[in-house]
Antibody, heavy 123, light 107 residues
Framework: QVQLVESGGGVVQPGRSLRLSCAASGFTFSSYVMHWVRQAPGKGLVWVAVISYDGSNKYYADSVKGRSTISRDNSKNTLYLQMNSLRVEDTAVYYC????????????????WGRGTLVTVSS | DIQMTQSPSSLSASVGDRVTITCRASQSISSYLNWYQQKPGKAPNLLIYGASSLQSGVPSRFSGSGSGTDFTLTISSLQPEDFATYYCQQSYSTPRTFGQGTKLEIK
């Protein structure tokens, strides 16, 4: 079954750390660029970070840059997001998403999403 | 960063109505524009990619058009299951920015 399953969310105090995981199954994980997207309660979708197929290239939203690290273990078919120095405004559902498409054909898109994991930052 | 602006932010419509949602990019993004549908408590679901290509399994009442900076999502005849929030997203560059969303409600 082709799916992504996030885990690792929970309630954490401001300033603490959390590592999110995204387990992939049913497809060749190492062939895909992977993203994290978050959604604060009642708000819209916000892109967080991206990692290339082999993990050699990573980019972050300004809101998490310097505090978060995206990584992947292709041998374990798992994507990670290490989040440090958490802030109240990091409270959100975090989704991992698979990017598919052919850039040369003018299409790149997120065709597979996990169900999300909720991170609540509160004292 | 490329900014994506959707309009309207919310919309009330009836079953059977034709509905159009617009999305404008702050600079040209060619056809690197995607549309997603999200229902409460669920992950987003891809509807349209490359501005006008219908994702497999998505009903044909959904269609997309546009290129450059201006894009539209059209639902030709609203069905009860279409009441949800819709997001556009540019995939021309990183960060892959989303519009703020359009909430489609039942009139």
């Amino acid at each position: 079954q082709v799916q992504l399953v996030e885990s690792g969310g929970g309630v954490v105090q401001p300033g603490r750390s959390l590592r999110l995981s995204c387990a992939a199954s049913g497809f060749t994980f190492s062939s895909y660029v992977m993203h994290w997207v978050r959604q604060a309660p009642g708000k819209g979708l916000v892109w967080v970070a991206v990692i290339s197929y082999d993990g050699s290239n990573k980019y972050y939203a300004d809101s998490v840059k310097g505090r978060s690290t995206i990584s992947r273990d292709n041998s374990k078919n798992t994507l990670y997001l290490q989040m440090n120095s958490l802030r109240v405004e990091d409270t959100a559902v975090y989704y991992c998403a698979r990017e598919t498409g052919i850039a040369a054909a003018g299409s790149r898109y997120f065709d597979l999403w996990g169900r999300g994991t909720l991170v609540t930052v509160s004292s | 960063d490329i900014q994506m602006t959707q309009s309207p932010s919310s919309l009330s419509a009836s079953v059977g109505d034709r509905v159009t949602i617009t999305c404008r990019a702050s600079q040209s993004i060619s056809s690197y524009l995607n549309w997603y549908q999200q229902k409460p408590g669920k992950a987003p679901n891809l509807l349209i990619y490359g501005a006008s290509s219908l994702q497999s399994g998505v009903p044909s009442r959904f269609s997309g058009s546009g290129s450059g900076t201006d894009f539209t999502l059209t639902i030709s005849s609203l069905q009860p299951e279409d009441f949800a929030t819709y997001y556009c997203q540019q995939s021309y560059s990183t960060p892959r920015t989303f519009g703020q969303g359009t909430k489609l409600e039942i009139k």
